[in-house]
């Protein structure tokens, strides 16, 4: 381990960041503990020169950032082949250990740490600053409650010069937003489907979508209608079903606007939360209720009912399964630029109406049905952004019509 970084001296190895490793250090000037985050800059010129951009890119986005939910960066500079960052020393826990203890946190604590953390994006976002990596990893739960978060190393700035490539995916996959997901350039309701996404798994102990690699958790981002969290989580008011299902719509327009709503309508959410949602963490596991999903606009379905009439977690039409279905799917409902855009995230060509036309016989589409049929609209005064989706149930629905009246008669 090394013994010093610039002023500063190295007191020990805290862990390993997203570009190097982050030390434990003290300023003797100031006589202060500090966090160090590195980046070692021992790679070949042109992987040297954009690390070493987007590390100073780093420390001019948070630099410019003063709020009590944002790590304070006291300075930056650089040692021989490592950069550095030098920022405040938070004595606390990261939530991502908080949540590996395998417990569900009471609800109005959850409420409390993730408004706190659309606090403090709120006045990233108003600063034209978006975080892009938005995850439990990277926030910070200090002793006494207080939540911080950490590490803007892929921020975008309107006037960065380090720029995030069209079709560059940055983030991590489990809590990327449907636009990141498709290489679109992103803005602050990125951030918010991203905090919903954690909202999402610190109520219910599982993250809303799932699969065995990253190409299946990318499918599932753009196309599953997750369970309403208090469907595995009781204690969860229906109000905040609600608000996870806002801040998870997969239309930008029919989600929270800015992050500072959603921090308001969580509080709200607390302040109806009765007394004995507010002191301990809940050491049972969740239970299951009725069954209700979410879906892509951000509603809510569901029906009352025995197993076998409940619509799972992550149910979809096996029609679309694969990525050369989710190009099916978006050829029928999505804007030409969009098709094309996806086309070159997939690397796939464009399917023919004839494509589509042999693929639509061997949908099964109960599932879908089942949950169009009892969706409930998050807020009824705003109609959809487009109508893709009716298109496509409607669609699907004349299929399964064919298939009934076939074997009937």
């Known amino acids: 381990m090394i013994k010093e970084l610039g002023r500063y001296q190295i007191i020990s190895e805290l862990g390993q960041g997203a570009m190097g490793v982050v030390y434990k250090a003290r300023d003797p000037l100031i006589d202060r503990e500090v966090a160090i985050k590195t980046i070692n800059l021992s790679l070949a010129q042109e992987e040297r020169e954009e690390y070493e951009a987007r590390f100073y890119q780093e420390a001019k986005a948070a630099g410019r950032l003063s709020h009590p939910n944002i790590v304070t960066i006291y300075d930056v500079g650089r040692t021989d082949d490592i950069a550095y960052i030098a920022m405040e020393y938070l004595h606390g826990r990261?939530?991502?250990?908080?949540?590996?203890?395998?417990?569900?946190?009471?609800?109005?604590?959850?409420?409390?740490?993730?408004?706190?953390?659309?606090?403090?994006?709120?006045?990233?976002?108003?600063?034209?600053?978006?975080?892009?990596?938005?995850?439990?990893?990277?926030?910070?739960?200090?002793?006494?409650?207080?939540?911080?978060?950490?590490?803007?190393?892929?921020?975008?700035?309107?006037?960065?010069?380090?720029?995030?490539?069209?079709?560059?995916?940055?983030?991590?996959?489990?809590?990327?937003?449907?636009?990141?997901?498709?290489?679109?350039?992103t803005d602050q309701r990125s951030d918010i489907f991203?905090?919903?996404?954690?909202?999402?798994?610190?109520?219910?102990?599982?993250?809303?979508?799932?699969?065995?690699?990253?190409?299946?958790?990318?499918?599932?981002?753009?196309?599953?209608?997750?369970?309403?969290?208090?469907?595995?989580?009781?204690?969860?008011?229906?109000?905040?079903?609600?608000?996870?299902?806002?801040?998870?719509?997969?239309?930008?327009?029919?989600?929270?606007?800015?992050?500072?709503?959603?921090?308001?309508?969580?509080?709200?959410?607390?302040?109806?939360?009765?007394?004995?949602?507010?002191?301990?963490?809940?050491?049972?596991?969740?239970?299951?209720?009725?069954?209700?999903?979410?879906?892509?606009?951000?509603?809510?379905?569901?029906?009352?009912?025995?197993?076998?009439?409940?619509?799972?977690?992550?149910?979809l039409s096996t029609s679309f399964d694969s990525m050369e279905a989710t190009m099916r799917l978006a050829s029928m409902t999505a804007s030409d630029e969009d098709v094309e855009e996806l086309s070159k995230t997939f690397r796939m060509a464009r399917p023919s109406m004839d494509d589509i036309n042999r693929a639509a016989p061997t949908a099964r589409a109960d599932v879908s049905l089942k949950s169009a049929s009892a969706s409930r609209s998050y807020n009824q005064t705003t109609p959809p952004a487009n109508g893709g989706g009716y298109i496509l149930l409607a669609i699907i629905a004349l299929v399964v019509i064919g298939l009934i009246s076939t074997i009937v008669f």
């Not at 995030?164 to 940055?170: A, D, E, K």
């Not at 699969?211 to 599953?224: C, F, H, K, P, S």
């Not at 930008?252 to 109806?272: E, G, H, M, P, T």
């Open 94 to 185: 990261e939530l991502r250990d908080i949540l590996n203890d395998n417990k569900i946190l009471p609800i109005a604590q959850v409420i409390d740490i993730i408004s706190q953390v659309a606090l403090g994006l709120s006045y990233a976002h108003e600063h034209e600053i978006v975080h892009r990596d938005i995850k439990p990893s990277n926030v910070m739960v200090i002793r006494d409650g207080h939540v911080k978060i950490t590490d803007f190393g892929i921020a975008r700035m309107a006037s960065a010069a380090v720029r995030t490539q069209t079709g560059m995916v940055l983030g991590s996959p489990k809590y990327m937003s449907p636009e990141q997901v498709m290489g679109k350039l």
């Open 194 to 315: 991203s905090l919903g996404v954690m909202l999402y798994e610190m109520l219910t102990g599982q993250a809303p979508f799932m699969g065995e690699n990253v190409n299946a958790i990318m499918y599932q981002t753009l196309n599953a209608a997750p369970a309403a969290p208090s469907t595995m989580n009781v204690d969860v008011p229906e109000m905040l079903n609600f608000i996870v299902a806002k801040a998870l719509a997969k239309d930008l327009d029919s989600r929270y606007q800015n992050a500072r709503d959603l921090a308001n309508d969580l509080r709200a959410c607390r302040d109806s939360l009765p007394r004995s949602n507010t002191t301990s963490v809940i050491d049972s596991e969740p239970q299951p209720s009725k069954s209700t999903n979410f879906d892509n606009a951000g509603s809510l379905s569901g029906e009352a009912g025995d197993e076998s009439n409940q619509v799972s977690a992550l149910g």
